[in-house]
Nanobody, 121 residues
Framework: QMQLAESGGGLVQPGGSLRLSCAASGLLLEDYTIGWFRQAPGKDREAVSCISSDDRTSHADSVKGRFTISRDNAKNTVYLQMNSLKPEDTALYYC???????????????WGQGTQVTVSS
């Protein structure tokens, strides 16, 4: 069964860090462009970061300089390192995969179920 599974979310104070993981089973993530998305209550889903199949990366302006996306092909996992977290980063974070060579992820074929990130003091 092909699926993505996110982990690493939690409660963190403003200014703190978290690393989210997107682990795949049944598919090789190195063949896919992977995007991280987030959705806060009452808001539209937002594209956060993307890594292409040839490891080019892009980030939303709201997270540039604070978030880093990377992949470990040996572990079949994509990571989202989030630093200097702010309360407005609070959301459910999802990863998604599209079989394409470039960012952004526009027509994903696989979605994870999400991991909650809450930034609060």
């Amino acid at each position: 069964q092909m699926q993505l599974a996110e982990s690493g979310g939690g409660l963190v104070q403003p200014g703190g860090s978290l690393r989210l993981s997107c682990a795949a089973s049944g598919l090789l993530l190195e063949d896919y462009t992977i995007g991280w998305f987030r959705q806060a209550p009452g808001k539209d889903r937002e594209a956060v970061s993307c890594i292409s199949s040839d490891d080019r990366t892009s980030h939303a302006d709201s997270v540039k300089g604070r978030f880093t996306i990377s992949r470990d092909n040996a572990k079949n996992t994509v990571y989202l390192q989030m630093n200097s977290l702010k309360p407005e980063d609070t959301a459910l974070y999802y990863c998604a995969a599209e079989h394409t060579a470039t960012c952004p992820v526009q027509f994903p074929v696989y979605w994870g179920q999400g991991t909650q990130v809450t930034v609060s003091s």
